[in-house]
């Protein structure tokens, strides 16, 4: 490796590093936002099942304590979706940084690519040209 790859190294496995840890912690949000996506519809689900599982026969104080039962499953129900929101929100930015690290990498790779085919390139420009010096002084038969 060249001098110059080899003082970049440090820089590359400092940019993989992050990277990993920016995937890391896209991974955690996702796993989140579908906890808080799952929970959402057990929510709507739980409401729908008893709201529609009405008894006829209820006395007027069963009914209102129904209907402020519903009131406070429709509460959480807003409040959960605004949780969803928040992690969607969350989930785009943390999606955003993983992105930027990934791409901080590939150009940190390309560079050291780069480095290594100019040294490459040199060597065997140096090579041919002691070929042609020793060709150069070889004697004729």
Request: charged content about 30%.
């Amino acid at each position: 490796m060249s001098s110059r790859a080899v003082q970049l190294q440090p820089a590359v496995d400092q940019a993989k590093q992050r990277t990993e840890d920016a995937l890391a912690q896209l991974a955690l949000q996702q796993q989140q936002l579908a906890k808080a996506e799952h929970q959402l519809g057990e929510l709507k689900r739980y409401r729908q099942e008893y709201a529609s599982n009405g008894d006829g026969s209820l006395t007027v104080s069963a009914l209102l304590n129904r209907q402020k039962f519903v009131e406070r499953i429709d509460q959480a129900i807003t409040q959960q979706t605004g949780e969803v929101a928040r992690l969607q929100r969350l989930l785009d930015q943390v999606r955003g940084r993983w992105h930027q690290a990934h791409a901080r990498e590939s150009a940190l790779d390309s560079v050291i690519e780069h480095c290594l085919e100019e040294e490459r390139q040199a060597a065997d420009r140096h090579e041919q040209a002691e070929i042609d010096e020793r060709m150069q002084y070889r004697r004729p038969r």
